[in-house]
């Protein structure tokens, strides 16, 4: 009883420092694995020992492996491959096989076995997608050719990788390799991909039919469902002779929205999310940096030395050179590289796993681990300046650009502006108040009833579309929530929220900790100026600006406050929303609102 009363004290405390770690990366822009794997390093054995690899850590830590490794697998979109299928194609092998090549043969330089080489070489050859859209909503790439071509390359790659890795764990675990073993460890990897295809494509589509007919209207049913589907999966590839996260894997390929009724599946993907990836997978990474040994620095600084630089070069050199055949250039091969230099879960898995079955030692285990934390460090670094570059020669190619405007709100102020914006681009309101709807379709405005706040409701407004969100209620707050589900999962660029007061809740480093500016770069109250227009006592005008200016200073210039700065339009008629992080240029025009009382 004593001992369990200490595992679940044990427990708390990982569970803490991974909550912990987490979120002080992410204040600096990193995925949450990285603060994990490091506070692991720091509070486990290796270092000041806060933290015990107990029976009951190690169980929830492989449960993690599963329920994660399902995760990615279900991030998994077909579409996106299909976008980008050669050009990915082509750099998923050169940011794969190159690094894998002088990983494999560093380490056999280094007199390591050939196991040991391969595993190695797998684990550089992999490629993080743990925060590919936070890089990319920050750095305005979300839109470009690069971006597509990186996520599609990163998916090849990661599949690429555990498929290999599935294959050497099976050939590892053989007593003898001759001819006769090689044809049936050949023939049961062909047949777990056959039976597990199939399922997935066949009768798991017709499982998800029936349930949506079905009277079951309980998530739990379906999560236990998830999870039963999950380890049957893992089960045929324990049978094949695979490692159980490959089985993991390709359940999660297949176990997609749409085999679900659409009213649960917004609670059943929360649920999941916080299960694996809020709970189990972070006492993996944690539990993950109990073993490794900062000592490397000291005993074997040149081999982690060796093995970081070869990563790095690899994938981005490798990227560049297999990308040449696609026509795009090669300049973009090394940017599209950098975007995938980054390793992560995928990489520490498989460094994890030949650590426990002896394949590779705690010495090489802790130089991937540092591995996978410099390289991914590297990322937004590196990608800033390869697009850059990029764009300083003209060279960053935009796909089908975003061009909507979504506002929160139907009211006098959000109509005039959307009377100004919706002759240059698609612009659609949402509001749950049926009348200001109604008076809004009256205009010839595209307007959608109801509440911001569910998906269902926004997945109306083709957010795929939209390039500009702008919250126009007077609720501050409101306007916050809205815009963040914005921006998280619809990954819309451009955020913009009026705030009523600074005293709303809403301030300076919440906005910013979301990307939002402030509309009309102050605090408004609204409701005034909406009486203001239903009473006529404002003035529609504009001025052209001088010479270049913040929109801060500039309003700055009118002191009465009698004003509202609407929007900014360009020298080649672009309109765009007057908000705080705003610059006007000379020759810009700002169109306002100026009150007569």
Same mark, same amino acid.
């Given at each position: ?94 940011? &794969? ?14 007199? %390591?076995?050939? $196991? /040991? #080489? *391969? !595993? ?110 999950? &380890? ?7 049978l094949a002779g695979m490692h159980s996260i490959l %089985?993991?894997? $390709? /359940? #999660? *390929? !297949? ?341 007569r009382e």
């Amino acid at each position: 009883m004593e001992e369990f009363h200490i595992n679940i004290l044990n427990i708390s405390a990982v569970l803490l420092s991974a909550y912990l770690g987490g979120v002080l990366i992410r204040k600096i822009g990193y995925p949450a694995i990285l603060g994990e794997l490091l506070i692991g390093i720091v509070l486990g054995p290796a270092v000041f020992g806060l933290l015990e690899y107990t029976e009951s850590i190690k169980v929830l830590a492989e449960i993690g492996i599963v329920l994660l490794m399902v995760y990615i697998g279900m991030e998994i979109d077909f579409h996106d491959l299909k976008k980008a299928s050669w050009p990915g194609l082509l750099a998923a092998l050169g940011g &794969f096989f190159v690094p894998f090549v002088l990983g494999y043969f560093t380490v056999i330089w280094y007199g %390591g076995t050939p $196991m /040991a #080489g *391969l !595993f190695v070489a797998i684990a550089i050859g992999v490629t993080s997608l743990a925060t590919k859209s936070r890089i990319l909503i920050d750095l305005k790439l979300l839109n470009t050719r690069i971006a597509l071509v990186m996520m599609a390359g990163a998916l090849i790659s990661d599949t690429l990788a555990l498929v290999i890795f599935s294959g050497i764990t099976n050939f590892a675990e053989s007593s003898s390799v001759n001819l006769r073993e090689l044809f049936l460890i050949s023939g049961k990897i062909i047949l777990f991909f056959g039976v597990t295809i199939s399922v997935g494509i066949f009768l798991l589509p017709r499982l998800g039919r029936y349930l949506v007919k079905s009277t079951i209207n309980n998530s739990t049913a379906y999560f236990t469902m998830i999870l039963i589907v999950t &380890f049957g999966y893992c089960e045929l590839a324990e049978l094949a002779g695979m490692h159980s996260i490959l %089985g993991a894997f $390709m /359940a #999660g *390929l !297949f176990l997609k929205d749409n085999l679900f009724p659409k009213n649960i599946t917004k609670e059943l993907n929360k649920a999941f999310y916080d299960v694996s990836i809020g709970f189990m997978a972070p006492i993996f990474f944690v539990s993950a940096g109990f073993f490794v040994d900062p000592t490397v620095f000291k005993t074997d600084l040149l081999l982690l030395f060796i093995i970081t630089t070869l990563a790095i070069v690899g994938k981005i050199a490798g990227t560049a050179l297999f990308y040449l055949p696609s026509g795009n250039g090669w300049r973009e091969g090394i940017t599209i590289g950098t975007g995938m230099n980054g390793r992560g879960a995928v990489e520490i898995i498989i460094a994890g796993i030949g650590l426990e079955m002896g394949i590779i030692d705690k010495t090489i285990f802790s130089i991937l681990v540092f591995m996978a934390i410099f390289t991914t460090l590297t990322v937004p670094v590196l990608l800033n300046w390869t697009s850059k570059w990029l764009r300083r020669r003209g060279e960053l190619v935009y796909l089908e650009k975003r061009n909507g405007l979504l506002i929160l709100g139907v009211n006098p102020v959000s109509l005039l502006m959307a009377k100004y914006v919706s002759k240059k681009m698609p612009v659609t309101l949402v509001d749950n108040n049926r009348e200001m709807v109604a008076l809004a379709e009256r205009m010839n405005f595209k307007c959608i009833y109801g509440n911001a706040l569910d998906e269902d409701i926004i997945t109306e407004s083709n957010p795929g579309n939209i390039d500009t969100f702008v919250g126009l209620t007077p609720n501050s707050q409101v306007n916050l929530l809205v815009g963040r589900l914005m921006h998280e999962s619809f990954l819309i660029p451009n955020m913009y929220v009026a705030v009523a007061t600074t005293k709303s809740g809403v301030g300076t480093d919440v906005l910013k900790k979301f990307s939002v500016s402030t509309l009309f770069a102050k605090p408004v109250r609204l409701d005034t100026w909406f009486h203001l227009i239903e009473d006529q006592k404002v003035k529609e005008t504009y001025e052209i600006v001088n010479k270049e200016i913040s929109c801060s200073l500039w309003v700055e210039k009118y002191a009465d406050n009698n004003i509202l700065p609407l929007l900014v339009e360009t020298e080649n008629g672009t309109l765009k929303p007057f908000h705080s992080g705003g610059q006007l240029m000379a020759g810009e025009k700002v169109i306002f609102l100026r009150s007569r009382e």
